[in-house]
């Protein structure tokens, strides 16, 4: 440059740093043209004079532009600026994807992020490549998208260093294209195409000490499309590494597959290949490198992977076999002849020869001979020449380094052949990863051809790169000016030219004594003069080309050798002639044909033995060169990339040390150079590398636009005027179409006019705010000085009056002082004489009283000492009577407890034994019944505490008592004696001496004795209160065991919906395949009676899996007739079976036979074992609910035997052929219904009395209860009198409480027994109406004619009377039946019925069932109208309408079956109408569960239908709608590929979505909980896509969109109120939605804003608040950037809050929460139906 005006005071630039490769500096002072010196200032504040020369130091970007998606939307391009973009965004947003125009640049973490899941896959899947942040997976869906568009092949070239993530890459994008693009004709071909990545890596990956998983070989793989959906892939290969087999340089290893096989050498399978640990053997022990412990798990990935592909076990351990030798050879010890140093031997007794030749089946003895040996064939004589230990040796490594690359040439062929497609393919994606540049100390053969791939490689991204930018700049209509860029081309005809270092590396290999040092002179003679070779200083055989990345000096050392690939012929002859078919099949001769394992096996040894004669030496054929084969392969590599489109991901390596995010500047430009990043920058930097629409531009850039240029209504017309106002350059910029074109540099500028445009309107608001804020401030001072003056007059004037009140005061106080002064002396002088005369008199009086009191205690001491000796011997005798009336009173109570006790037993086990509860709420009772008991027992002890304790205080109370008449006593006594010591002090004082000792004696024992009993009493309380904390732990265990039953609860509901859906994904797959397997049938084979048979075997087996049903374990003909399925049900009916249904004997063969079954009966005979696997775990959770229904049925067993065995026998009367015996069967039949109702009786009356029994115990039990509800109640008045402690009054209050539950649960039991004695006496009640109609002969006969024609005949008729409530129809009738009100149902023919009309007629048909006793015809209907309404779901699986339909029916026909069945629950509100119409003889419970499983499923699929239609319209409504204009006018800075203004959808079409899909639910009668809860689902799904999208793009992280995102959010909350769904759990779903708005306008700079972050996001996992941080956008010049210290104490804060847990980025959408689908009784009558005429139902009769 030589104008300084950027350089100005205050602008930064880069300078060199030796560290930091560049770092900033802020110019001090501003330079002037001609300054030698460029002042600066460092970031530490130190002053620097930098030189100036030839060029000034490169700007630095604005704040604006830092960290920006696209390099090239920089202003200033260069070096610098690229380097400190990707330094930022990798550490400070850790964020290691980075666009560079056309190339995404990839910086390996080292470490897992959450970024690859399918979630993410599903929201790049359709999106624009700008609308989202750089990923691998928007540049895969670019390429995806412009393949089904334009029908063009696409490429994806990923390069970089070792270790760079280049395979990491590649893997993630497979997985994309398989999962968007799904698989065409073969569901198993995405499994293969995924399960080719851990073969690939195991026979051609290997640890560097670069990579723990370094690809040692190219790869291009070309997946290819059909309509959009992958039909299959081709893998093709370059230059493998194959000298890493016989040698690994230190912490290096060998290919992952040996360590493997090593690892598991003890596997059976493994056993006779002789396999030890990796350090017994030469070939992987080299390199001392740590061994991995997760080699075995690899081993078992990499079969598995090779069984996905079609590799066969037998096949495999071949494949380990040739590997297991190659390992062997290694360890092949040659040693040197003594006599001849020339010579050399290998013994026959060598234990690892032994082991190679055993492997491979060949002669040891030719093996040991040509090891050490080679022929040498002239014109006319063949010669045998020894070879020395060193050649012996070079000839193993060749043998094992030529086996190991035929190995991987025959695995990458058979990984092709299983990815072949049949169809072929129309277009293709081909996954480009090759190594990179790589320059090393040492550089070889391997590192040249390395490099020369990628020169040819550099050229075709020159070449691409231009051809875009020119067609940019003419679609825009700009003139093209040729740029000068750094050509290529004369370094690629240094390499491939004539003569060029290829050629005479080829010629110098022909030669019969070629070596490596000629090879060099020939170099130096013929390319010295290029200025792409150079001739290195030092002597030695080496030279130098100048690459397009930098100088790379090759030593010559081993070029000839390596490029020959010379292998002996006569071991190769010698593993030809091997008995092992794989070994033959690797070592095919050029120009035979590939021929299969089998066939090798099949045709013996004779066939294996003719390879050993075509090895002679006379028939040896010119071998290519491996620099001609790799030329030519990669000839053929540029055309097929010539002929697609590229994409370009470039994989940077940030550090050597491989430690996550830690980036190393020097190792990131080294690459960056290499790759061509930086040229692609530089070239672009020559061009105009801004580029901006005319509405972006406008809407940025607003500001700066004058008044005079508004006015204009053409935008290109506003932006031109503007900028040749703003830029007088016109060269500076260029005005196309639709776009306006920038010079690096501009936009920077513009930038700075923006800030100060935007820094001058904010002052001068600051000016006129300054100014109002300054005039309200007078205006408020004078109102205050105005204020202040007139409180101090008041002030003062109050002052002055207080003065004079308080001198008139003063004199009022002096006079009233003076006043009471003289009264208060005359009243105390007063007081005083009273109070002398008192005394007196009271002296005088006390006196003479004294005199009288002293005589008559006297006579009250000698009757109160009588009184108490007679009181004491009186209460011994009653304490001794009253111990033994209980004494007494104890043993029959006890006696009474063990007779309740019994009869409590008695009444558990009756209940018990009518339990027909689930096995989980038996368990749960169990366990309250122990908990009860448990309870019960520490209610006994501690009223036996509490009554030891009352009468311990009675004891108590009394000896208390006894003690204060002691102590009166005592009083007495004291003044007795001091009576008798003034009258009798001479004659008895040493008696009464006496007798006070005595009593003091007395007294020291009472006082201990009621310290001891207060002792007692406290230990007493202290273990009551022990026990009363037990009481509350067991409590509160209990609860938390209940707490957690329900968890159990709601998890086995959740698992068998899941089941239910893994069922019905394996059954749409069974079904696919079959119909895709018939149309292959019919295409490519002719039909042959056998396959007819096994597809007929296909359909029945089909039914008897979609038609088993599950019925109770008691039942053994629903159990039989499940077993042989729905297919079966007319031969047991008597109706005949058609032909087309009936089995053939040549249906198994197919099944059996598996020789000659094509990969389309293998997938379906795997797709049959799933289905029977899901179909095994439904059977088992059916048998879990049939074993806990098991006590219920065994008490239904005798009344329903005898109620099917008189019913059997009354229509067996109908069905006699003579119509003579009639009344002799009549007869017959009454007295067995006699006999019957005598055993019914003598049942009911056993039953009676047992009932009248256990009432009578309970009544008992009641009793006891409620006198021992009394004995509490009078011990806690007792306590509450006597004691004042508040815990044990609480304690036993709850006990009380308990107590009175348990008398409840009683009472309840009690009413319990009495329904069930009103149950047995209906029975009771129905035998003898039975009985009745018996003696009746004739109406017997009219009845049992009529239900026999019912039955029987094929027309039933309608009798007179009242409505049954039924549909007669007969078995054949069944198809019309499911016909006309299932698959051919419409309910637009008929508007005016009921939506789930056809759920009604189904149960009133399958009343008529019940009605006949005829239970496999009900349920061979209702399978049937399951496997309809599945067909018709296939058919309309995306139309919401029919699915809400059948939805309904579903629920209509299950509610009905419980509404009319036999569980009192479900029909205690029906009136007493519908009850007439319940089911008598079916049992729905089997049939109840498989149409929940049927509208669980349709509910699923209802969502998903829904939800498809919702996902287009969520990220545009919800993120990119303004419903508030003007706040993101200004919100997306340069450097941001914005999206479209315009968004697609808006919030209320959403919003008118989801009211028209609750519309449906209601018009079609679902219950309101159903809707709630799909509601709430798909504001599960709004809420997840909204919050991945905004995690995913950085655009959406601002505060603008913060403000828009919540006031989405508030109208689709007031949407939820406006319809009445506040409380149907939808709001919740929101929540992680509301604190991400929120998080975007919170403030986030301090330690305070910090903690009340955290407090705020209580839903949303760290990781999310950690992502929404570092990719916020500031407003440019309003906003400062997150910084990361506040970023750091936020994620430490979120942990410590919620743990260290895993935390999980994106919300899985695809999450289902677990449906439960309520009992809605129906108020209908049955008999009020009305069915149309236009369903064509008359062969239905109605009853």
């Known amino acids: 440059m030589a104008a300084g005006g950027p350089y100005v005071q205050g602008a930064r630039v880069w300078i060199p740093d030796c560290v930091e490769v560049w770092k900033v500096a802020e110019i001090t002072r501003g330079y002037k043209e001609g300054d030698t010196v460029l002042h600066l200032r460092l970031e530490d504040g130190s002053a620097l004079p930098y030189p100036v020369g030839s060029q000034l130091p490169p700007l630095c970007n604005p704040d604006c532009l830092s960290g920006a998606d696209d390099l090239v939307a920089l202003s200033h391009l260069h070096e610098p600026a690229v380097l400190h973009s990707l330094r930022r965004r990798f550490l400070e947003a850790k964020t290691i994807y ?42 895969a869906e670019e390429a995806y998208k412009q393949m089904g568009r334009f029908g063009r092949n696409q490429s994806l070239i990923i390069s970089g260093e070792s270790g760079a993530g280049k395979t990491a890459s590649a893997k993630y994008a497979m997985r994309y294209f398989t999962t968007v693009g799904g698989c065409l004709g073969n569901s198993s071909m995405e499994e293969k195409v995924l399960a080719s990545s851990p073969v690939m890596e195991a026979f051609g990956n290997a640890k560097t000490t670069r990579n723990d998983n370094s690809s040692r070989f190219g790869k291009y793989i070309e997946i290819g499309f059909s309509q959009a959906q992958v039909t299959g892939a081709t893998i093709r290969t370059y230059l493998l590494e194959k000298s890493r087999v016989t040698f690994q340089a230190k912490a290096e290893r060998n290919y992952h597959i040996f360590y493997q096989l090593c690892a598991s050498a003890t596997l059976p399978e493994l056993q006779g290949l002789g396999l030890r640990g990796a350090e017994s053997f030469h070939y992987t022990c080299q390199g001392r490198a740590a061994q991995s412990t997760e080699d075995v798990a690899e081993l078992e990935g990499t079969r598995h992977a090779l069984t996905l592909l079609g590799v066969p076990e037998a096949d495999q351990l071949e494949l380990f076999s040739v590997l297991a030798a190659i390992l062997h050879l290694g360890n092949v010890v040659v040693r040197v002849r003594e006599r001849r140093g020339d010579s050399c031997f290998v013994e026959a007794a060598d234990e690892a020869l032994g082991q190679f030749c055993t492997l491979l089946g060949v002669e040891a003895s030719q093996v040991i001979h040509w090891l050490c040996h080679s022929k040498l064939v002239t014109a006319g004589e063949t010669y045998l020449k020894p070879l020395s230990r060193q050649q012996a040796l070079q000839a193993r490594d060749a043998l094992a380094k030529h086996m190991y690359g035929q190995v991987f040439r025959w695995m990458v062929s058979r990984v092709n052949c299983a990815l072949r497609s049949l169809e072929g393919h129309s277009t293709s994606i081909g996954i480009l990863d090759i190594y990179g540049f790589e320059m090393f100390e040492l550089n070889s053969f391997e590192q040249f051809c390395i490099n020369y791939a990628n020169e040819k490689l550099q050229q075709l991204f020159n070449l691409h790169v231009f051809k875009l930018e020119q067609e940019e700049y003419v679609m825009e209509e700009i003139p093209w000016v040729f740029i000068d860029y750094c050509d290529n081309q004369p370094c690629i005809e240094l390499i491939e030219g004539r003569l060029g270092i290829l050629d005479l590396l080829n010629e110098e290999c022909k030669m019969p004594k070629g070596n ?109 060169s491996i620099s001609s084969q790799f030329k030519a392969s990669l000839n053929r590599l540029m055309e097929t990339l010539g002929s697609t489109t590229p994409h370009y991901i470039r994989c940077i390596k940030p550090n050597d040390a491989k430690q996550p995010f830690v980036f190393d500047s020097r190792r990131a430009v080294e690459q960056l150079r290499a790759c061509g990043v930086l040229e692609t920058i530089r070239i672009s930097a020559l061009g105009y590398p801004s580029r901006w629409t005319y509405q972006e531009f406008l809407e940025r850039y607003r500001a700066l636009v004058s008044r005079e240029e508004l006015m204009g209504t053409d935008t290109k017309q506003i932006c031109s005027l503007a900028l040749e106002r703003l830029l007088q350059d016109p060269s500076k910029y260029r005005c196309g179409k639709n776009k306006v074109f920038f010079q690096a540099g501009q936009v920077a500028q513009l930038e700075e006019l923006r800030s100060r445009r935007l820094r001058a309107a904010c002052t001068s608001l600051q000016r006129w705010l300054r100014g109002w804020l300054a005039r309200r401030r007078l205006a408020r001072a004078r109102a205050a000085a105005a204020c202040l003056q007139r409180h101090a007059r008041g002030l003062l004037a109050r002052r002055l009056l207080r003065m004079l009140r308080r001198t008139k005061a003063a004199v009022v106080l002096q006079k009233t002082l003076r006043m009471v002064l003289a009264r208060r002396s005359y009243l105390r002088l007063r007081q005083a004489a009273l109070t002398i005369q008192a005394f007196a008199r009271g002296m005088f009086a006390r006196r003479l009283y004294r005199q009288m009191v002293w005589h008559q205690k006297a006579v009250v001491i000698q009757a109160a000492v009588r009184g108490w000796l007679a009181r004491a011997r009186y209460a011994r005798l009653r304490g001794a009577v009253v111990f033994l009336q209980s004494c007494c009173r104890r043993a029959r109570a006890r006696r009474e407890l063990r007779r309740l006790r019994v009869q409590a037993r008695s009444v558990e086990h009756y209940k018990q034994l009518h339990k027909g509860m689930e096995i989980k709420v038996i368990q749960l009772q169990c366990r309250l019944d122990e908990q009860a008991q448990e309870k019960q027992q520490l209610v006994e002890q501690l009223s036996g505490l509490t009554a030891a304790h009352a009468q311990e205080v009675q004891r108590l109370r009394a000896e208390l008592q006894l003690l204060r008449e002691d102590v009166a006593r005592d009083a007495r006594v004291q003044q007795l004696q001091e009576r008798l010591a003034e009258l009798e002090r001479h004659h008895a004082k040493s008696c009464l001496a006496q007798e006070v000792e005595e009593l003091r004696q007395r007294l020291a024992e009472v006082e201990a004795v009621k310290l001891q009993l207060g002792e007692e009493r406290d230990a007493l309380i202290q273990r009551t209160l022990e026990q009363s904390q037990d009481l509350e732990e067991q409590h509160q265990r209990s609860a938390r065991e209940s707490q957690g039953l329900r968890q159990e609860l709601e998890e086995e509901r959740a698992r068998y919906q899941s089941l239910v859906r893994e069922y019905t994904r394996l059954e749409q797959g069974f079904e696919s395949l079959r119909d895709e397997m018939a149309l292959h049938r019919q295409s490519t084979l002719r039909r042959s009676p056998s396959t007819e048979s096994f597809l007929g075997s296909e359909s029945s087996y089909l039914s008897s899996m979609s038609t088993a049903p599950s019925q109770d374990g008691s039942d053994q003909q629903a159990e039989a007739r499940g077993g042989t399925g729905g297919v079966e049900g007319p031969e047991e009916h008597g109706q005949p079976v058609p032909e087309g249904l009936q089995p053939q004997p040549s249906s198994e063969v197919p099944l059996n036979g598996g020789v000659g079954q094509d990969p389309f009966e293998k997938a379906y005979l795997l797709l049959l074992g799933q ?31 005898l109620k099917r065995r008189n019913l059997a026998e009354m229509l067996g009367l109908g069905r006699s052929p003579e119509k003579g015996a009639v009344d002799e069967d009549l007869k017959r039949a009454y007295d067995t219904v006699q006999a019957a109702n005598r055993l019914l009786a003598s049942q009911l009356q056993e039953e009676k009395q047992q009932h009248e029994e256990e009432v009578e115990g309970l009544h008992l039990d009641i009793r006891s209860l409620k006198q021992l509800s009394q004995q509490q109640a009078a011990l806690i008045q007792d306590l509450q009198r006597q004691q004042g402690q508040e815990g044990l009054q609480h304690h036993v209050l709850q006990l009380k409480e308990e107590n009175w539950e348990l008398s409840q649960k009683l009472e309840k039991q009690e009413r319990t027994t009495l329904k069930l004695q009103k149950q047995l006496r209906a029975y009771a009640k129905q035998i003898q109406e039975l009985t009745a109609k018996r003696e009746a002969v004739g109406p017997a006969q009219e009845l049992a004619a009529s239900t026999v024609a019912l039955s029987w005949s094929p027309m039933v008729l309608p009798q007179a009377g009242l409505s049954q409530a039924m549909l007669a129809w007969r078995m054949e009738d069944q198809g019309r039946i499911i016909k006309a009100i299932i698959t051919d149902y419409r309910p637009q023919s008929s508007p005016w019925a009921l939506p789930d009309l056809p759920a009604y007629i189904l149960f009133l048909c399958l009343r008529h069932a019940d009605h006949c006793c005829d239970e496999p015809r009900a349920c061979s209907l209702l399978d049937a109208a399951i496997d309809a309404i599945k067909r018709v779901m296939k058919k309309q699986s995306d139309n919401p309408e029919v699915v809400t339909l059948w939805l309904a029916n579903t629920c209509r026909l299950l509610n009905c079956l419980r509404q009319y069945g036999q569980e009192e629950r479900y029909w205690q509100g029906n009136t007493a109408r519908q009850n007439q119409h319940r089911l008598r003889h079916l049992d729905p419970r089997g049939s109840c569960r498989s149409l929940g499983a049927l509208g669980v499923q349709l509910y699923q699929q209802l969502i998903r239908t829904t939800e498809k239609r919702l996902k287009p319209m969520i990220v545009a409504a919800m993120l990119e709608s303004e419903p508030i204009q003007g706040l993101s006018s200004s919100s997306c800075p340069p450097g941001r590929r914005c999206s479209s203004p315009a968004p697609a959808h808006t919030l209320p079409e959403l919003l008118q979505v989801l009211g028209s899909f609750r519309a449906s639910l209601d018009h079609h009668g679902l219950a309101p909980s159903v809707g709630h809860q799909a509601l709430r689902q798909l504001l599960f799904l709004l809420s997840g896509t909204t919050l991945n999208y905004l995690l995913l793009r950085r655009d959406t992280c601002s505060w603008s969109r913060g403000i828009q995102l919540r006031y989405n959010i508030s109208q689709v909350e007031q949407w939820l109120r406006a319809e009445g769904l506040q409380q149907s759990g939808a709001r919740e779903v929101l929540e992680p939605l509301v604190q991400a708005a929120q998080l975007l306008q919170v403030k986030k700079v301090t330690e305070e804003d910090a903690g009340a972050l955290c407090s705020l996001c209580t839903v949303l996992s760290p990781q999310q608040v950690v992502k929404i941080l570092r990719a916020y956008t500031p407003a440019a010049g309003l906003e400062e950037r997150v910084s990361p210290s506040f970023i750091s104490r936020v994620e430490k804060q979120l942990q410590d809050q919620h743990g260290e847990g895993p935390g999980q980025l994106l919300v899985d959408t695809s999450h289902l929460f677990p449906v439960h689908l309520p009992f809605t009784a129906s108020p209908l009558h049955l008999d009020e139906l009305h069915i149309p005429d236009v369903l064509d139902l008359a062969f239905l009769v109605r009853l």
């Open 98 to 139: 980075t666009y560079c125009g056309i190339v995404l640049v990839a910086i390996n973490p080292y470490e897992p992020l959450p970024i690859y899941e399918e979630e993410v896959i599903y929201a790049y899947s359709g999106r624009e490549m700008g609308d989202m942040d750089p990923h691998i997976f928007a540049l």
């Open 1171 to 1201: 289905l029977s696997a899901a179909n095994e775990e439904l059977a088992r959770t059916r048998e879990e609910l049939r074993r806990c229904k098991a006590p219920m049925e065994q008490e239904r067993k005798p009344l329903d035997f």
């Open 516 to 624: 490596d040092g000629s090879w060099a002179q020939k170099l130096y003679k013929t390319h010295l003069t290029s200025s792409h070779f150079q001739k290195p200083k030092r002597p030695k055989d080496a030279f130098v080309v100048c690459h397009f990345a930098g100088k790379v000096e090759y030593q010559c050392d081993g070029f000839v050798e390596k490029n020959g690939d010379a292998v002996p012929e006569e071991l190769v002859g010698l593993l030809r002639a091997s008995k092992s078919a794989l070994l033959t099949e690797l070592f095919l001769e050029e120009g035979q044909g590939p021929v299969s394992l089998q066939s090798r096996r099949s045709s013996g040894h004779r066939a294996a033995a003719r390879p050993g004669r075509r090895s002679l030496p006379g028939s040896r054929k010119s071998k290519k």
